[in-house]
């Protein structure tokens, strides 16, 4: 790992090196006035930033797995690589995975019904042949899979650990193909939760939510911010409800990404829109199978 | 004593000839066809009368480049009375063929009267904000040298920046000018898309800036770019802002709360441009976006 600090606390190399010299080996220190570049291989590259943070500024840093690097050059495998980053997304729907693609990621995982291996997502990884991969999930069950799968690839993988598709929409909006591995992950990362949503689902058993919101065995219900907020035995009154709750003054267009055992109904949004005139509704087809609908307000 | 100066630009500028408070100045009208019909801008034939021939009548309209002839001539004619020739070319990166004409010209001139070619690095608006800001230069610092004045005028291109709105890709596809914004044209979902002319890019070629689902995410967007500009530039004030927009009736409302958005940022000078009939071309209805010269 690398990482210039810009420091007045710290008087000399020596000093630092004093500091942050337990943390590993290999390790370089360059000076110049309260400027100090550090070169470090640890296995706590957070600690030794923590432990830098509180003597100056960390002006940037860089991390890179050298057990991977390691492995890699130890290998007899042979990667041409043809890009040098790459995004991955993997979902569940078939919808959600066109319109991902269409948004500019470069591959997509669609799985369907069942979780995906890890040799699934190794293979999906290593088919990038890209140096650097951008990866993110809509399940956070897939997460730790997704962690080992990364491990086990050649790629430097950095994973954004999102758990549903709407983030992920929110990921390939936020993002440009020009910036560099470093600002794309991090743009990813902070705009994980730039899209409002919820999700629609039937209930399969009798339900208490935690705000004593009582759901009935075949009822629909909306999930916000992982919580149930609202109830209905009709799924176009709980629609109806749960935009009135939640959309506000800076909302005017609700989307409805329909799931994968949705029926067409061309007359939802025709309703929608004769009750919230002042809105815009769009309609796509997600193919999720945990929701019904996700809706989101923009 | 001060150079006398004369201006020559291709009408593709955003700005109408009653906006430039500049005598020395001659706009060059670009050949638009539609179908195998030549037309130039005229009372006519503009900006919104292509419009709503791209909306009633679903035709294609290009442009083709200016004519070395006509620049030539307007060279001949008034380099009695001038010392030097500035031609403000819309970007390189957009237009080759155009920068190339300007620079044969140049040539042929060579030892009879300078001409400075400025590539732009900009189309529509952001060619009009560099002319006006060469004239501000002109007119505050009239004693520069030719190579002074060169420097400065490409201090300008790169103190310029351009952020455009275009409800569709396919005008500015057709005419091949998307350049690196082809990855946001067909999307599964609606998207709109924010593009810009960056005059600090080496390049000059039209750059995706961002993708949004909604107008005012988009006038966000491009609120905060500027704003950020600003920043990396450490420029406090914008001196001055030329908006784009009165292609149709499209995207109005959207258009309107931009017009507002824009009265909140730190600017010298807003001016309403008032887009001719190649711009049109290329922006389609409903198109908009600034311009700011820092």
Known sequence: MRQPLETDQIKNKDELKEKIGHYGDSLIIVNSNNKYKVHIHTNKPNDVFEEVSRYGTLLFTKVDDMKKQHKNFLSDDVVD???DKSIFCIVSGKGFADILKNLGADDILCYGKNKPSVNQLVKGLNNLKAKNVIAASDDSDILMALKYAASLCKANVHIVESDNPISLISIMMSISKDYDIQTTFETAMNNLENIQFCGIAQSSREVLAEDGTQVHKGDFFAVYKKKIVLSNPSKNQLLTNVIE???SNNNNLVTLYKGANIKNDEQLIKLLKDKFPSLDFEEYYGGQLNYLYYI??? | MSRKIFIIVGDNLGLSRQQINYDALEIVKFPVFVGETEYRQSEEYSASWLVSKYENEKVVAKSSTLIHNEIAEIVERNRANYDLFIHV???SGLSAAS??????????FENIVPIINVDTKQAINGVGNIVLGIIDLIKTQP???IEELEKACQQIVENTFSWFVFSDLEYLYRGGRIGKAQSLM????????LLGLMGDEKEGIILA?????TFRQINDMIINQIKAKMQEKSVTTIKRAITLQGYGDKNKEAIAEFMEKIKTLPCNEIIHGEGGLVDAVYCGPGAYGISILL
């Not at chain 2, 067909?186 to 898309?193: F, Y």
């Not at chain 2, 800036?209 to 689902?213: I, L």
């Open chain 1, 81 to 83: 690589y043809e890009r």
């Open chain 1, 245 to 247: 709750k939640i959309v």
């Open chain 1, 296 to 298: 989101t307000f923009e």
């Open chain 2, 89 to 91: 070319v819309m970007s």
């Open chain 2, 99 to 108: 920068f190339r004409v300007a620079e044969n010209v140049k040539k042929q």
């Open chain 2, 143 to 145: 004693d520069l040298s």
């Open chain 2, 186 to 193: 067909g999307s599964v979902l609606h998207i709109i898309p």
């Open chain 2, 209 to 213: 800036q961002g993708k949004a689902r």
